[in-house]
C-alpha cells in the first residue's frame, strides 16, 4: 500500500540525519545537451550546466570521485565536499561537458557502457535526431575516451556492456556484464578500473558482491542520499541533477549542504591540492 505523502517524508528523513551526521554529495548526470525534445529526461542544457558548476565552485568542495571515497574510508570527509558523475558515456561529455567542466575546474567520473561505442545507445535508437543537437545520442568511440582520459580531468568507470537491470538477470550474466565491461574498458585506457555504476541503479546483495569479486573497489547506485560514514562502499547513494537553472539549483545545494551549527568549516582546499 502506498502512503500518501510517504516520499517527501523520507527524504524530509534524509535531510534530517544531513543535519545531524552530515557528509557528502555524489551528483548524477548523463547528457550535457540543448534539446528541444528530451523523452528520457536525461540532458541538461549547456547554460544550466554552466550556471550548476558556477554554484558548485562557489559553494561547495569538488573532488574525484575516488578521492571522495578514499576520505570517506579514512573518516575524513572535507565539509560541502560533491563528486560529480556521468553514466553512459554520451559523446556530448566530451564535446561539451568538458570545456565546462575544465573553465571551472571541476573533476568528474565517467562511467562507460562498452557494449556499443561510436553507435546510438540501445534505448535511442528509434528516436528521431533533432536538428538542433550538434552531438546526436551515441557512445563515445574508443578515440574519443582515449582523449578524454588525456585531459586528467576525467576518471572512468564501467558500467556494463548493454545497460542491462542487473538484477533481473540470473547471475551468470550479470557476472558477464560486471566483469567484461571491467576488462573491456581498462583495454583502451590501459589503467586500472576501480569504480562499477549499477545500470537503472538496480541492484542487490548479490550484485554487489559480483563487483566486489571482480576487482571493484566501489560502486555507486540511484538512492538519492548523502554519502556518511555509515554508507556502504559498493552501494554509495547518488543525487541525479535536473535541467535546473543555477538559482533552483543553489538552493537544493544550499538545502543539503548546510553545514551543522556545531561545525566551522576549515579553509577550502583545490582537490589537486590533495592528491
Known amino acids: 500500500m502506498r502512503i500518501p505523502g510517504w516520499k517527501t517524508l523520507r527524504q524530509s528523513g534524509r535531510w534530517l540525519r544531513s543535519r545531524l551526521t552530515p557528509g557528502a554529495l555524489i551528483l548524477g548526470y548523463h547528457r550535457v545537451a540543448d534539446l528541444q525534445s528530451d523523452p528520457h529526461g536525461l540532458a541538461v542544457s549547456v547554460e544550466h550546466f ?35 558523475t556521468f553514466d553512459d558515456g554520451y559523446a556530448d561529455v566530451l564535446y561539451q561537458a568538458l570545456p565546462l567542466l575544465e573553465r571551472y575546474e571541476i573533476p568528474a567520473t565517467l562511467f562507460v557502457v562498452t557494449g556499443c561505442l561510436g553507435e546510438p545507445f540501445w534505448w535511442e535508437r528509434g528516436q528521431s535526431e533533432q536538428a538542433d543537437d ?12 582515449a582523449q578524454l582520459a588525456a585531459g586528467g580531468l576525467v576518471d572512468f568507470g564501467a558500467h556494463s556492456v548493454t545497460h542491462p537491470a542487473l538484477t533481473e538477470r540470473p547471475l551468470y550474466e550479470q557476472r558477464l556484464e560486471i566483469e567484461q565491461s571491467k576488462a573491456e574498458l581498462e583495454a583502451i585506457l590501459q589503467g586500472r578500473i576501480r569504480a562499477f555504476s549499477y545500470p537503472h541503479g538496480a541492484t542487490s546483495d548479490e550484485t554487489q558482491r559480483l563487483v566486489r569479486q571482480a576487482g571493484y573497489h566501489y560502486a555507486c547506485a540511484s538512492t538519492p542520499d548523502m554519502v556518511r560514514s555509515a554508507s556502504r562502499l559498493f552501494c554509495l547513494p547518488r543525487f541525479w541533477i535536473g535541467n535546473w537553472d543555477g538559482p533552483r539549483f543553489e538552493r537544493w545545494l544550499r538545502w543539503w549542504l548546510s553545514a551543522s551549527p556545531l561545525q566551522t568549516p576549515p579553509a577550502r582546499a583545490h582537490w589537486r591540492q590533495q592528491m
Open 50 to 84: 554552466a550556471q550548476q558548476l558556477e554554484v558548485l565552485q562557489r559553494l561547495a568542495q569538488p573532488l574525484p570521485l575516488a578521492q571522495l571515497v578514499a576520505h570517506l574510508k579514512a573518516g575524513t570527509l572535507p565539509p560541502r565536499a560533491v563528486a560529480l
Open 134 to 145: 550538434p552531438f546526436p545520442p551515441r557512445a563515445m568511440t574508443r578515440t574519443e575516451l
